[in-house]
């Protein structure tokens, strides 16, 4: 079983729609969770980091988390077209500092 | 606000040859890492440094690599001879003192290996 899997998409989604991207991970002890977006070519960039269950919020973008379900999620409110990249989840666990990876989804946000 | 910077933005090298990827880490962090993304792949973590040490390194991470801290701001990836399946963005990062705390990434070095 992969460690982090994401569905690769690509998604597509109208400008000004909501987003929503999964993620699942194998790891109960699993405990700190991360999104990126990357841009081709291009390093990836944080977006958001989640610790907690429930919902956290930053402007448009909200996490949520589910340890009993083993699952992370990442909606974009209101995207657009600058919102078109890969969402990458990673995850890091126990004492380990190292991120573990999924492939990331590709995400459309259509004009 | 501060960032992590990597060269050279590009390399091409003959496989065989040795090849340096530079880092400038975050000023006050202390952990260290070093990562590479094959084309159409994941990340893939290749070693972590701490206190001037490994403190973690993956199975990618062979004897052909080496990673050195020779001064108070650099951080290096060394590989000594490269293979064809080397070629890869490879992704320098750095983080605080916390654990969970944020992984900062550089823009990345692509290397071509021909």
Same mark, same amino acid.
């Given at each position: 079983?992969?460690?982090v899997?994401?569905?690769?998409?690509?998604l597509s989604?109208?400008?000004?729609?909501?987003?929503?991207?999964?993620?699942?991970y194998?790891?109960r002890?699993?405990?700190?969770?991360?999104?990126?977006?990357?841009y081709?070519?291009?390093?990836?960039? %944080?977006i958001?980091?989640? =610790?907690?269950? !429930?919902?956290?919020?930053? !402007?448009?973008?909200?996490?949520?988390?589910?340890?009993?379900?083993? =699952?992370?999620?990442?909606?974009?409110?209101?995207?657009?077209?600058?919102?078109?990249?890969?969402?990458?989840?990673?995850?890091?666990a126990?004492?380990?500092?190292?991120?573990?990876?999924g492939?990331?989804t590709?995400?459309?946000?259509?004009? | 606000?501060?960032?992590?910077?990597?060269?050279?933005?590009?390399?091409?090298?003959?496989?065989?040859? &040795?090849v340096?990827l530079?880092?400038?880490?975050?000023?006050?962090?202390l952990?260290?890492y070093? =990562?590479?993304?094959?084309?159409?792949?994941?990340?893939?973590?290749?070693?972590?440094?701490?206190?001037?040490?490994?403190s973690?390194?993956?199975?990618?991470?062979?004897?052909q690599?080496s990673?050195?801290?020779?001064?108070?701001?650099n951080?290096?990836?060394?590989?000594?001879?490269?293979?064809? &399946?080397?070629?890869?963005? =490879?992704?320098?990062?750095?983080s605080?003192?916390? %654990?969970?705390?944020?992984i900062y990434?550089g &823009? !990345?070095?692509?290397?071509t290996?021909?």
């Amino acid at each position: 079983q992969k460690e982090v899997e994401q569905n690769s998409g690509p998604l597509s989604v109208p400008e000004g729609a909501i987003a929503s991207l999964n993620c699942t991970y194998s790891d109960r002890g699993s405990q700190s969770f991360f999104w990126y977006r990357q841009y081709s070519g291009k390093s990836p960039e %944080l977006i958001m980091s989640i =610790y907690s269950n !429930g919902d956290k919020e930053d !402007g448009r973008f909200t996490a949520q988390l589910n340890k009993a379900s083993q =699952y992370v999620s990442l909606l974009i409110r209101d995207s657009q077209p600058s919102d078109s990249a890969t969402y990458l989840c990673a995850k890091n666990a126990g004492n380990n500092r190292k991120l573990i990876w999924g492939l990331g989804t590709s995400l459309a946000v259509n004009p | 606000e501060p960032e992590v910077t990597q060269t050279p933005s590009h390399q091409v090298t003959q496989m065989g040859q &040795e090849v340096i990827l530079r880092c400038v880490p975050i000023s006050n962090h202390l952990y260290f890492y070093w =990562y590479r993304q094959i084309l159409g792949q994941k990340v893939e973590f290749l070693v972590s440094f701490y206190n001037n040490e490994i403190s973690e390194k993956s199975e990618i991470f062979d004897d052909q690599f080496s990673v050195e801290r020779p001064d108070g701001s650099n951080f290096t990836l060394k590989i000594r001879s490269t293979k064809l &399946e080397d070629s890869a963005m =490879y992704f320098c990062a750095s983080s605080g003192g916390r %654990l969970g705390n944020t992984i900062y990434f550089g &823009e !990345g070095s692509w290397l071509t290996v021909v």
